[in-house]
């Protein structure tokens, strides 16, 4: 019983700090863990121990994963890559059809992108076309926001995933794949919201320039560093499967080195650096774009080598076995972290720390929840993914990004976000129950 006391009051420390006295996720997740050491009767030494091997474990897993991630997005929204990309979507599909055009875009780059950033980046783009198509902003805006979550919280190499990947031992190939498939098919009942609900919300269009450089990287330039590192790792992984059988070749070591998520993101970033005009300081400096990136990145690798320490913390102490007496004849299986990312999401607002919370308490559970096979990892990676959009709301960054930015009242944000990020978590976790019945 200790054990659940322990973790509960673990919980509620997190979030009061995160969310009453603002401390940094870090740090609160560091001080939970070792609470949570020194509630359950662990010794000062097994403590320091869990501190050590769960920081150090987890980050050089996939510390340089998330580096290079956000490395890559930085370099596609500073050379206007990303707008390219946006631009050419939205010539492809036409005016007429603004709500997919919007989901589209905001799905694509949200995988390489954050994004508030691609929030930021396509508002004024979103104005403009709904202005002159007589289009609701509200719907077009809906539709932009649930395309943008929907990669956010499930398709590598956005690092939340990347992360909660690690965590769990996933195979990022598979959580890519599947990631990609869940999150498509979740959009279709938010396209729906979107159009047929969202856009009878009432919001006045304020137009405002649109940055346009002069000087923008070709389409095809643009796509390689996604492009690239995506086909790597997805070859990987179909490489892998045993049922292929497939013999060792040089070709096959080719690909197994190159598809090392590691690997294939670093030529990424390599192949995102032929988007800007020329490479100088402006590019390699402390406070040029790879520096930027570094600074983004650090918070979200700290986070998620806190995020260790409390998983490795867990593993010692000897919940998993507690747990499994608890869970013994029940099928709650990919349920619990959906429902607790989905606790953590709604009480203290970051997706990506409800994603890595949640990866890191669930990880010495998964032989106890029935997880433990490569299949059910990818599949609790996208759960928990499910779960951390449910639901955006006042004490998320993103919601006051998405209303500030677009002019809606709280009210307002709460019909185009809230429901739809609730929409979106919801289906997502029945596809991924449906998918798993079906297949598993």
């Not at 005016?95 to 004024?124: Q, R, V, W």
């Not at 498939?181 to 959009?187: D, R």
Request: glycine share 10%.
């Amino acid at each position: 019983m200790i054990y659940i006391i322990a973790l509960l009051a673990s919980l509620i420390f997190l979030v009061v700090g995160i969310v009453k006295f603002k401390i940094h996720p870090f740090f609160v997740l560091l001080l939970a863990a070792i609470g949570y050491g020194f509630i359950t009767g662990m010794g000062a030494e097994l403590i320091i121990d869990s501190i050590n091997s769960g920081f150090g474990g987890i980050l050089g897993k996939i510390g340089l994963i998330i580096l290079f991630g956000v490395t890559i997005g930085t370099i596609l929204e500073k050379s206007g890559g990303a707008m390219v990309i946006a631009t050419r979507i939205l010539n492809l599909i036409g005016e007429k059809s603004i709500h997919l055009a919007m989901m589209l875009t905001g799905y694509i780059l949200s995988i390489p992108i954050f994004a508030d950033s691609a929030l930021l980046m396509m508002n004024p783009l979103n104005k403009v076309l709904s202005k002159k198509s007589g289009i609701s902003y509200a719907g077009t805006t809906a539709a932009l926001a649930m395309g943008l979550t929907a990669s956010h919280v499930m398709v590598p190499p956005t690092p939340g995933p990347i992360a909660a990947a690690g965590i769990l031992g996933a195979n990022l190939g598979d959580v890519i794949l599947w990631g990609l498939l869940v999150s498509s098919l979740s959009l279709f009942p938010c396209y729906v919201y979107a159009k047929k609900i969202a856009s009878k919300i009432n919001i006045p269009i304020t137009l405002e320039p649109i940055a346009n450089p002069e000087k923008k990287p070709a389409l095809w330039k643009s796509l390689l560093a996604i492009v690239v590192p995506l086909a790597l790792i997805l070859l990987k992984s179909v490489m892998d499967y045993p049922e292929l059988n497939m013999q060792p070749s040089v070709v096959k070591s080719c690909i197994s080195f190159l598809g090392t998520p590691v690997i294939s993101l670093l030529i990424g970033v390599l192949l995102a650096l032929v988007l800007p005009e020329k490479l100088d300081e402006k590019i390699f400096s402390a406070t040029g774009w790879v520096g930027e990136s570094l600074k983004v990145a650090a918070p979200i690798i700290l986070i998620t080598g806190a995020g260790g320490i409390f998983g490795k913390m867990l593993q010692n102490s000897g919940i998993a076995d507690i747990i499994t007496e608890g869970f013994t004849g029940l099928e709650i299986g990919l349920f619990f972290p959906f429902f607790l990312a989905a606790c953590l999401k709604t009480t203290q607002g970051s997706s990506t720390v409800a994603l890595i919370t949640t990866a890191s308490i669930v990880a010495p559970l998964m032989t106890s929840l029935g997880l433990n096979e490569p299949f059910l990892q990818a599949m609790t990676v996208l759960a928990i993914g499910a779960g951390s959009s449910v639901a955006s709301h006042v004490n998320d960054s993103f919601f006051w990004v998405l209303t500030q930015l677009t002019g809606m009242n709280v009210k307002q944000g709460y019909q185009v976000q809230t429901a739809g990020t609730f929409i979106f978590g919801t289906t997502a976790m029945v596809i991924i129950y449906i998918i798993t019945k079906l297949i598993y």
